[in-house]
Structures are given as structure tokens and as C-alpha cells.
């Protein structure tokens, strides 16, 4: 059986590896200006991904530049489905001037973590993006409540796994607070990758294997390695015959 996998990237954070990046991946996650990036950031990004026949996404987080959108938050769920409606319009917007369109939605940092393991919060997320657009697809991460609540509304989803971060032996991502967190060393975030690919597995943090689903591999695009680990899980996976295509 053919494999396929798509390689997304977060992107219009203010980097300066963008362009680069954009060479390797298949989809683009672009922030929206709330934790990251302005109109003039996505619109440069939104045309990069043009160029390279990369699927455009939006990444929307909470209102927070300073702690990147890394920083927990307690907000009610109008006030979430209210801001991630509110940067998917402003992504989409420029998006369709620049003769684009969306084709999903990926939430950012705390948000991201914080949708995984709680329902009501992932709900709201979804139920966001269902009435913006119900053809857009919602990546999450794999098994958690973002996948699952969103797939009780009928939304099409897109399981995440992670090239470049270790795992809990209960499937979710070992925290950033923590020195083990990110992986640094790019023939071990092939291994991982392959793992997760090939055989639906991720070894854990306390070395046991966990059964994951693969729809679509994340490298962040403010990792050291970023370009780094890009090339090389590209190079290895056109070795093991498996194929990069965006999931839409």
C-alpha cells in the first residue's frame, strides 16, 4: 500500500526561515496576529506558500506576543469560539486577495494544549471552524479531544504527530517546561517520525511504545533545527518511498 504524509510548519511567527521552509513542507500553518505576525506578515506568507503549491492554514492562539501564545488561559467558550473566528477571517481574507484559499485550521500553543485534553474547550474550537467554513479541515493532536469533538460535529480532521517533541506514555507532549522536551537531534526525529509513519507508534519518554494515528507530521518553524530537520525527514521519507502531499 502507498503511505502519504503530509509536513506542516508553523509559519509568519517572524522568522527568518520561512522561505526556506516553504521548500520542504506541504502545509503552512500562518499565524493570524494574535500570538504572532501582523497583515503584512500574512500576507508575504500566504504568497511563499503560493509560490510553492503549499496548502494555507490558519494558526490562531490567544492574544498573547508576550509569551508567544505559550501561556495557559482561562477564557469562556464564546470568548475562544470568538477568537479563532475572528484570526480565520483575517487570514482568509487575505488569502482570498491573494487568490487562495483556506484549507485549515491548526490552533497554536497553549491553545493547542490546552483543546487536547479538554472537551469543552475543544469543542468550542471546532465548533468555530464548523461555522466558519465546515470544508475546512481541523488538525489536532492524535487521540485527544480536539480530534474527537471535532469529528462528533462531522468536521474533517487531521491527526498530528511531532517530529521535533518526546511524548508521555499517555499520547500527549511531553511539556516545554521540561528539559527532555524538545528533540534536538535530527536522525532521532527520523526515527520518531518513521515510527509514528510506518508503524503507528511513538516511543515514549519513559521508553514504551504508544499507538498513535499519523495524519500529518508537525516541525515548528521556530526550532533551531527547523530547516535542518525539514530536509532530512524530506530526503528519508522520498528514501522509504513515502510520499509528501497536503491531506485536502
Not at 500553518?29 to 506558500?49: E, F, P, Q, S
Not at 474547550?121 to 461555522?131: D, N
Not at 522509504?240 to 485536502?248: K, L, P, T, Y
Amino acid at each position: 500500500m502507498e503511505l502519504a504524509i503530509d509536513i506542516n510548519c508553523d509559519l509568519g511567527e517572524g522568522y527568518a526561515n520561512d522561505a526556506e521552509l516553504m521548500r520542504y513542507i506541504s502545509s503552512a500553518n500562518i499565524a493570524c496576529g494574535y500570538h504572532a505576525g501582523d497583515a503584512d506578515t500574512m500576507k508575504r506568507t500566504v504568497d511563499l506558500a503560493l509560490v510553492n503549491g503549499v496548502a494555507i492554514g490558519a494558526h490562531p492562539g490567544y492574544h498573547d506576543r508576550e509569551y508567544f501564545g505559550r501561556k495557559a488561559m482561562s477564557l469562556t467558550a464564546p470568548q475562544i469560539r470568538d477568537i479563532v473566528t475572528t484570526q480565520i477571517h483575517d487570514l482568509g481574507e487575505i488569502a482570498e486577495a491573494a487568490g487562495a484559499r483556506l484549507a485549515h485550521v491548526k490552533p497554536h500553543g497553549a491553545l493547542y494544549n490546552q483543546a487536547a485534553r479538554d472537551r469543552e474547550i475543544a469543542s468550542a474550537i471546532a465548533e468555530a471552524v464548523l461555522e466558519f467554513n465546515r470544508n475546512l479541515i481541523l488538525f489536532g493532536l492524535s487521540g485527544s479531544f480536539s480530534i474527537s469533538e471535532a469529528a462528533k460535529l462531522g468536521l474533517q480532521t487531521a491527526s498530528e504527530v511531532f517530529a521535533d517533541r518526546t511524548y508521555q506514555t499517555d499520547g500527549t507532549l511531553t511539556p516545554r517546561t521540561e528539559p527532555n522536551a524538545l528533540i534536538k537531534d535530527a536522525d532521532a526525529a527520523i526515527t520518531q517520525v518513521l515510527d509514528m509513519i510506518k508503524y503507528g507508534r511513538v516511543r515514549s519518554v519513559e521508553a514504551i511504545m504508544v499507538p498513535i494515528t499519523a495524519d500529518t507530521v508537525c516541525i515548528h518553524g521556530d526550532g533551531e533545527n527547523a530547516v535542518e530537520f525539514a530536509i532530512a525527514i524530506r530526503n528519508e521519507l522520498r528514501s522509504n518511498a513515502i510520499e509528501i502531499r497536503s491531506i485536502c
